[in-house]
Nanobody, 126 residues
Framework: QVQPVESGGGSVQAGGSLRLSCAAS????????MGWFRQAPGKEREGVAV???????RYDDSVKGRFTISKDNAKNTLYLQMNALKPEDTGMYYC????????????????????WGQGTRVTVSS
């Protein structure tokens, strides 16, 4: 059973940085697409950054230039470096992974992903 586990969330002031990590035992990081999604209170879950097995990335316009998604296949860990954080970045951040053996096009659609972590909370104060 693949179960992603996120870590690294916390409370920071606007302009600060956080790095989220996602470890998923039993999952081959070099195969499918993986990504980060977030859900703010009262809002739907939205894609933040996703990555293909080959390393192609896609970002939501609101985080371009501030967030960077990366992965370390040897450590089976997915990361999200978040810089210049804004209050509107506040929310629960989820790691997601798909079940396909390969992935060439990064999808920002939550329904594409089969495996989800429990989330890590990020709070940015002004």
């Amino acid at each position: 059973q693949v179960q992603p586990v996120e870590s690294g969330g916390g409370s920071v002031q606007a302009g600060g940085s956080l790095r989220l990590s996602c470890a998923a035992s039993g999952y081959t990081y070099s195969s499918g697409c993986m990504g980060w999604f977030r859900q703010a209170p009262g809002k739907e879950r939205e894609g933040v950054a996703v990555m293909t097995s080959g390393g192609s990335t896609r970002y939501d316009d609101s985080v371009k230039g501030r967030f960077t998604i990366s992965k370390d296949n040897a450590k089976n860990t997915l990361y999200l470096q978040m810089n210049a954080l804004k209050p509107e970045d506040t929310g629960m951040y989820y790691c997601a992974a798909d079940s396909r053996s390969s992935c060439a096009i990064p999808s920002m659609y939550a329904g594409y992903y089969k495996y989800w972590g429990q989330g890590t909370r990020v709070t940015v104060s002004s």
